[in-house]
T-cell receptor, first 112, second 113 residues
Framework: DADVTQTPRNRITKTGKRIMLECSQT?????MYWYRQDPGLGLQLIYY???????NKGEISDGYSVSRQAQAKFSLSLESAIPNQTALYFC???????????FGPGTRLTVL | GQQLNQSPQSMFIQEGEDVSMNCTSS?????WLWYKQDPGEGPVLLIA?????ELTSNGRLTAQFGITRKDSFLNISASIPSDVGIYFC?????????????FGKGTKLSVIP
């Protein structure tokens, strides 16, 4: 089984809809991250969490919110989706004190 | 904010050729990471570098942490078709109190059989 899983893998939604992307990990890592990837661009950090009670904004947090329900679960919400939020979304984890991040398989989101 | 310039943006090479790509930063990093992303998948960590001047290999891949701490390069020797994908560098300066990674925009590698 994969260490970092994301659901759904693909999602098509309409402008104005609220959607949630979920991430689960079995690596036992404290730190979790949400990134967005657009074609031809690197990964941009949306939010990150260093433990269950810690949530921090990344470079592009506007229009997004997150919830860290447990050490193993970190969800990303789009309260009112807009077309320019069409992108690939990746969840990642890292261990306390370690710099390496491990990525999930991604969610392809299309907002019509 | 920190900026990473990764080059080249894309490359087409013949199978068996060696490949070189690099990243330069406007500021110092104390960790460099290299990832590969296959189509439809998440990035997979290839090599991690922690010390200026460090040279690390992983099979046919070799990466170096530049002495100035502002650059890193990745070499792939004797390329094969499964090397196709997008390679990303990422830098981190945890000494600044942040564990965020800054990513380059990627090098898209195509291998012609």
């Amino acid at each position: 089984d994969a260490d970092v899983t994301q659901t759904p893998r693909n999602r098509i939604t309409k402008t104005g809809k609220r959607i949630m992307l979920e991430c689960s990990q079995t690596k036992g890592h404290d730190r979790m991250y949400w990134y967005r990837q657009d074609p031809g661009l690197g990964l941009q950090l949306i939010y990150y969490s260093f433990d269950v009670k810690d949530i921090n904004k990344g470079e592009i947090s506007d229009g997004y919110s997150v919830s860290r329900q447990a050490q193993a679960k970190f969800s990303l919400s789009l309260e009112s989706a807009i077309p320019n939020q069409t992108a690939l979304y990746f969840c990642a984890t890292s261990d306390l004190g370690a710099n390496e991040q491990f990525f999930g398989p991604g969610t392809r989101l299309t907002v019509l | 904010g920190q900026q990473l310039n990764q080059s080249p943006q894309s490359m087409f090479i013949q199978e068996g050729e060696d490949v070189s790509m690099n990243c330069t930063s406007s500021s110092i990093f104390n960790t460099w990471l290299w990832y590969k992303q296959d189509p439809g998948e998440g990035p997979v960590l290839l090599i991690a570098l922690y010390k200026a001047g460090e040279l690390t290999s992983n099979g046919r891949l070799t990466a170096q942490f530049g002495i100035t701490r502002k650059d890193s390069f990745l070499n792939i020797s004797a390329s094969i078709p499964s090397d196709v994908g997008i390679y990303f560098c990422a830098g981190q300066n945890s000494g600044a109190g942040s564990y965020q990674l800054t990513f380059g925009k990627g090098t898209k590698l195509s291998v012609i059989p």
